[in-house]
């Protein structure tokens, strides 16, 4: 990955008759990640949407390595893992089906059983062993974000966009995310993190904030 990984130039959102933000502009770096913040309904939710392509800015551009990236660009969405609200995980399905389908979808070019071998390493590592065979739906709201965390350490692509990942989570929780967020910046990954904790991470955090006295 080059400097400048990603680069955000003259970005503006307007829903409606509101602006969320306009000539927002910021780049990042391999190994480093932002520190996204704001009030509720500052639109840190819609940056990311618009990040992962699924909503369109009303101006500005994306730029990933060099190169202008887009909705339908597919190795741009190649490039990035995006976490929002929803889990997306099926009620019925158990802890580790949900996790290994997940994993059949970000390790594509993986063996099978490199692929197994990975759920299993990752549900033990977010303390969901216990938890493995019951179904989604079972879960508390803990477990049920631990889950979406197990999904990250899996995932090769360099980017993370995540929306609020430690929401739920109790402090040894976040330290654990810290953990694995910190591992895929000294790998080299970069992400964007929309929170409103500290985390206790090893790495530095690059703060954007958006409302009033932000972007």
């Not at 949407?49 to 101006?59: E, K, N, S, Y």
């Not at 399905?93 to 949900?98: A, D």
């Not at 709201?141 to 350490?153: H, I, N, S, V």
Request: glycine share 10%; aromatic share 6%.
């Amino acid at each position: 990955m080059t400097a400048n990984a990603l680069e955000v130039r003259d970005l503006s959102c307007t829903v409606g008759n509101r602006t969320l933000f306009k000539s927002l502009g910021f780049s990042l770096d391999s190994g480093r990640w932002v520190m996204l913040t704001g009030a509720n309904g500052t639109g840190k939710s819609t940056l990311l949407r618009i990040l992962a392509g699924l909503v369109a800015p009303t101006g500005g551009e994306v730029c990933w390595q060099g190169a202008p990236r887009g909705a339908h660009d597919p190795d741009w969405h190649a490039s990035f893992v995006y976490q929002g609200h929803s889990s997306g995980w099926k009620d019925q399905l158990s802890t580790r089906e949900n996790l290994a389908m997940q994993a059949w979808l970000d390790m594509p070019d993986s063996a099978s059983a490199q692929r197994e071998q990975a759920v299993d390493q990752s549900i033990e590592r977010l303390g969901l062993g216990r938890q493995r065979h019951l179904p989604f739906a079972r879960l508390s709201a803990g477990q049920r974000r631990r889950l979406g965390l197990a999904r990250l350490p899996m995932s090769s692509r360099p980017l993370w966009l995540l929306d609020e990942p430690t929401t739920a989570l109790d402090s040894a929780g976040q330290q654990l995310f810290a953990s694995i967020l910190d591992e895929h910046l000294q790998g080299g990954g970069c992400a964007i993190v929309a929170t409103h904790l500290e985390l206790p991470t090893a790495s530095p955090a690059q703060p954007l904030r958006l409302g009033a006295d932000g972007a």
